[in-house]
């Protein structure tokens, strides 16, 4: 083979993987307009995502197997639940350290978000709700990347007063001077931008990137 066929030849690959990242990125593009409602689907994008990066050349990239991936990777649903200057909050407790988070948790099979808001409010709070619009899309990635938690937050208004929680990680469901969002041990760690928003008359959407809070 002479140096021009050779010439061609590379001429050919390196349009070929040059395609092949953009037609991998076309999909990834495609496919993340709206915020995936399930794990399957952010595990997809994520490896989608891994074919749009072109390769570097002397540094090796960790590969993760999907088990692996299961275990950093959690999506959650959460309410938030204003009535007033209030807040409900549910209270975690492990030890002697309590954790304030808004009601919410995973996801079962073939459970829309929505669904799930709905019945994680009734077991914690131990009432209904009517969940309303996508608030939030909050993201919180532990040191080295060992774990990874992507919260999805509809606002909700709950049909009564809350009682006893059926989930026994939580201590009890109840509202909180929304002030309070700034100073309770919080996670994700977003309670002051929440109050923030809430003070301001904030009522649209938005993304937030919190840091890791064990």
Known sequence: MNESQTGQ????ATNANALSADRAMSIVSE????????????QQRSELASLARPTTLGRKRTRHSMAELNAMLRVRVAALCVAGER?????????????????????????????????????????????????YVVETLAPAGSRHLVQVV???????????????????????????????PFHPD?????????????????????????
């Open 190 to 214: 977003v309670g002051a931008a929440i109050a923030d928003d809430l003070a301001s008359g904030f009522d649209g959407c938005r993304y937030l990137l919190a840091p890791w809070r064990d």
């Open 87 to 135: 807040v409900l909050l549910a209270k975690h407790v492990r030890g002697s350290q309590a954790t304030y988070l808004l009601p919410g948790g995973g996801m079962a099979a073939g459970e829309t978000a929505i669904a799930a808001v709905e019945r994680e409010v009734r077991e914690e709070a131990g009432v209904c709700c009517d969940v309303g619009a996508l608030r």
């Open 31 to 42: 496919q993340t307009r709206f915020v995936p409602t399930n794990l399957a689907t952010l």
């Open 154 to 184: 509809f606002a909700a208004a709950v049909r009564g007063e809350p009682g006893a929680s059926a989930d026994p990680r939580v201590a009890e469901c109840a509202w909180h001077p929304i002030a309070e969002l700034r100073t309770l």
């Open 9 to 12: 030849r590379g001429k050919f």
